[in-house]
């Protein structure tokens, strides 16, 4: 399975744009790039998910570099509410297999 | 949709008794999944169901825990004995499919379970 690693912990002011950048190395050629958001005392929601080059939803953009070893999460705007851990994962493509959730990254918004 | 329902939200317990945490997945999805939620360990997977039949249980801690899906509207977690060190959030999650490929993980609010 495709190990992710991802900051930790990062900061940022209301108004700003955040990239959370993740590096997945032994990615497979079928995986696919998937990330979650949970905030406290909630379950962890699906934020956007790509394969290659850039995805865009109402939420947020991913962006996905050709030898797909990395990956960024671009929030744009940001706002207090989007305080929250952000979870970086690789879906194996594989029958029999599951999400494996890392330590994600606490993003702290403040005002 | 409700969603994936989970019972109860908070649970408190004395060590050495039983604990049956629930499940209801969303209606239609084929995938079941549990995962233990705590600071030090983060979010493990513990098992996972494809139409009512475990796939993967490796991520079962010990013998104490067991996992049922007697049919595709409803799940159970048990654990017995329970021991301090099993206090955590626990969560049921669901999916219409294979994960790939856009079929999502939907995430219940999760058990509080607190062992004395």
């Known amino acids: 399975l495709a190990k992710t690693t991802q900051p930790i912990s990062m900061d940022s002011y209301e108004g700003q744009e955040v990239n959370i950048t993740c590096s997945h190395n032994n990615i497979a050629t079928n995986d696919y790039i998937t990330w979650y958001q949970q905030f406290p005392s909630q379950g962890p929601r699906f934020i956007i998910q790509?394969?290659?080059t850039k995805v865009t939803n109402e939420v947020a953009s991913l962006f996905i570099p050709a030898d797909r070893k990395s990956s960024t999460l671009s929030l744009p705007r940001v706002s207090l509410s989007d305080t929250a851990v952000y979870y970086c994962l690789v879906d194996p493509y594989q029958a029999g297999t599951a999400l494996i959730f890392g330590k994600g990254t606490t993003l702290s918004v403040s005002s | 949709d409700a969603g994936v329902i989970q019972s109860p939200r908070h649970e408190v317990t004395e060590m050495g008794q039983e604990v049956t945490l629930r499940c209801k997945p969303i209606s239609g999805h084929d995938y079941l999944f549990w995962y233990r939620q705590t600071m030090m360990r983060g979010l493990e997977l513990l098992i996972y169901f494809n139409n009512n039949v475990p796939i993967d249980d490796s991520g079962m801690p010990e013998d104490r825990f067991s996992a049922k899906m007697p049919n595709a509207s409803f799940s159970t977690l048990k654990i017995q004995p329970s021991e301090p060190r099993d206090s955590a959030v626990y969560f049921c999650?669901?999916?219409?499919?294979?994960?790939?490929?856009?079929?999502?993980?939907?995430f219940g609010p999760g058990t509080r379970l607190t062992v004395l």
């Open positions: 999650a669901s999916s219409l499919g294979r994960t790939s490929g856009g079929d999502t993980q939907y």
């Open positions: 790509g394969y290659k």
